[in-house]
């Protein structure tokens, strides 16, 4: 879905795109805000994260080889990688206390996915099972993963495959609430569609929603932010990460509403 010039100024989303928006995940296990982040504002973060995966796999290419060319890493946490248009995008939160409730808390440092160049096809898989397996009806979503695309996702760089509706499918082993790898013969009876979507846009999913990453034919790799966010309720009420250790200029880069958010706090050395 796209977003309106005047959401985009006022970084305010209208009460109907919301609406829409929290259904479709809802619906469907996901939603995508096209373009939500001008491609400029995320060129310093592109080449940060660049920099950061070469300095990593230019010393391990084994572990890449491993994975089948799909790597990644957590950077760390200090500009330009907690820029506020990706730690606490107003879009993104909106929709998160409206899919999750407004006591929702996210994890740092967060993640990154890249497909490298000659990346082979992933197992269809869920990042996160069914609270309940037992249970054969899905609850409503308790854990969503964002992810900001850096780069443009095409058929060729191997955008994600997606199922939609999948969140809703309990288990249909044990197996699968192990290791929540789906078999091909199950995938194969449910429609899938890949996620074409240019960089800046915003991927917003259920994490029990069956997708892979795809094949990359270029010369290029493809990268995508990834934030997990949780329901209040999986949150003991003393929950809290001490970044005593972390720079007080890093420190000073969090808002007020991004420390409660991340539960983010200092603790006072004696």
């Not at 308790?142 to 809703?168: M, R």
């Not at 034919?217 to 990460?241: A, G, K, W």
């Amino acid at each position: 879905m796209k977003l309106s010039i005047e959401e985009h100024k006022a970084g305010v989303l209208k009460k109907s795109t919301k609406t829409l928006a929290t259904q479709l995940i809802y619906d469907q296990g996901f939603v995508v805000l096209e373009k939500a982040i001008s491609r400029n504002a995320l060129k310093q973060v592109r080449s940060a994260i660049n920099k950061a995966l070469t300095l990593k796999y230019d010393s391990n290419t084994q572990d890449l080889f491993d994975r089948q060319n799909h790597g990644g890493l957590s950077p760390s946490l200090s500009m330009p990688f907690t820029d506020p248009m990706i730690i606490e995008n107003p879009f993104i939160f909106q929709i998160l206390g409206s899919v999750l409730g407004e006591r929702f808390f996210g994890c740092l440092p967060y993640g990154c996915n890249t497909s490298f160049p000659g990346s082979r096809e992933q197992n269809v898989h869920r990042d996160c099972g069914h609270l309940f397996p037992e249970i054969k009806v899905p609850v409503p979503p308790i854990l969503i993963v964002v992810n900001i695309a850096l780069d443009d996702f095409k058929i060729e760089n191997g955008a994600t495959e997606i199922w939609p509706g999948s969140h809703f499918l309990v288990d249909g082993e044990k197996d699968e609430s192990l290791t929540l790898k789906i078999p091909s013969e199950r995938s194969l009876e449910q429609i899938s569609k890949q996620l074409i979507m240019p960089a800046g846009s915003i991927l917003i999913r259920d994490m029990r929603t069956w997708h892979r990453g795809m094949p990359n034919r270029t010369e290029q790799s493809r990268t995508m932010l990834s934030i997990v966010y949780y329901r209040q309720y999986l949150l003991p009420d003393n929950f809290l990460v001490d970044l005593s250790d972390l720079p007080e200029k890093s420190w000073a880069q969090f808002s007020q509403r991004a420390r409660a958010v991340y539960r983010l706090t200092r603790v006072k050395k004696s």
